[in-house]
């Protein structure tokens, strides 16, 4: 595969994801359970929006073929989004969309510190600012598992039914393929299989903290990375394309 | 959210180094940890602060305004007490 093209794709998965992700995070504004959380779902949302724009500018720019950040993001049909399962999922309840977002930021807040010594200097700079930024993610949607989780009868039950929801859909996120392992041998890429320790370890510190037990590993659902979605992105990118697509080119 | 369970905090914010905390406001949080955060997402969203102080409302003991007049009237009539009565030399500008 030229360099570019795999450049390219591994910008536009890394976008897919924080952009998925972000829009899940601000379907919660105005709903959420108290105005504090509000205002803090929606700020992880605007982190990684910000993200999403940084990467797939730079995805069009390597692409090279004069799509710019909207084109990718708005112009691109569920099978050509190339996100995890994990971060399409709907957002449920409090309690699943917080343990969706704590699997996520257990994983891409070692990746962003890892990314930040790349040799492509445009994604290390995008790390370097990420990495603060899922910092944080990481521990706010942390506390609140171990809350929840360690709470009422209520909120343990759901914390729990969270963990068995989603937990089939952590072992995407280790997953590589050839555009990895291109990128790995240049030196641009972070092996998600080295993240995996790490993130086995801060998932069993938090829920032995939160009182959850985290089911077998079993089979593990997969696809996401290579436009095999859930039937839930289709309804997503729906709506968040609604307006690009009825008045291409709009803006305010 | 039960309200119960969310007690009330006092946030206060420091701008910048020398300067003090400064009172910004209020909210609902479980515990001080999570109103830490809480403070950090809804009062510092535009790079207010640099240090962020969380004080449970309820540790607060507020002057009644019944006593607005024995506490902070006499002080009206005691212009003696600011330092306007000194002639100070230009060169050392302001003060």
Partial sequence: MAADSALFSYSLRLADNANVLGHRMCEWSGKAPMLEEDMALSNLG?????????????????????????????????????????????????????????????????FFE?????????????????????????????????????????SAKRMQDAVNILWPYTGELFESDAIDQQLLAEGIAVDPESLREKWQATVADVFKRALLTAPEDAWMQSGGRTGEHTEHLGFMLAEMQFLQRSYPGAQW | ?????????????????????????????????????????????RAEGISLWV??????????????????????SKVYRHPTFYDIPDEVGHM
Wanted: hydrophobic share 40%; glycine share 6%.
């Fill in chain 1, 46 to 110: 605007l982190d990684l929006i910000g993200q999403a724009r940084s990467l797939y500018s730079y995805a069009g720019e390597v692409e090279g073929a004069g799509r710019s950040e909207d084109d990718l993001a708005f112009m691109r049909d569920a099978n050509s989004y190339s996100n995890v399962l994990l971060v399409e999922m709907p957002n449920g309840d409090f309690a699943v969309t917080m343990l969706r977002h704590f699997f996520f930021a257990a994983y891409y807040a070692p």
């Fill in chain 2, 1 to 45: 959210m039960n309200l119960k369970n969310t007690p009330l905090w006092e946030v206060f914010i420091r701008s910048k180094n020398g300067l003090s905390h400064v009172h910004a406001g209020s909210l609902h949080a479980v515990d001080a940890d999570m109103a830490l955060q809480n403070a950090r997402d809804v009062y510092t969203r």
């Fill in chain 2, 55 to 76: 004080v449970p409302s309820n540790a607060i003991k507020a002057s009644d305004p019944v006593d607005r007049g024995e506490f902070f009237e006499p002080t009206a």
């Fill in chain 1, 114 to 154: 890892e990314l930040c010594k790349s040799k492509d200097e445009t994604l290390a700079a995008v790390a370097a600012k990420a990495v603060r930024e899922m910092a944080y993610h990481l521990r706010h949607s942390a506390e609140w598992v171990i809350r929840l989780g360690d709470g009422s009868d209520e």
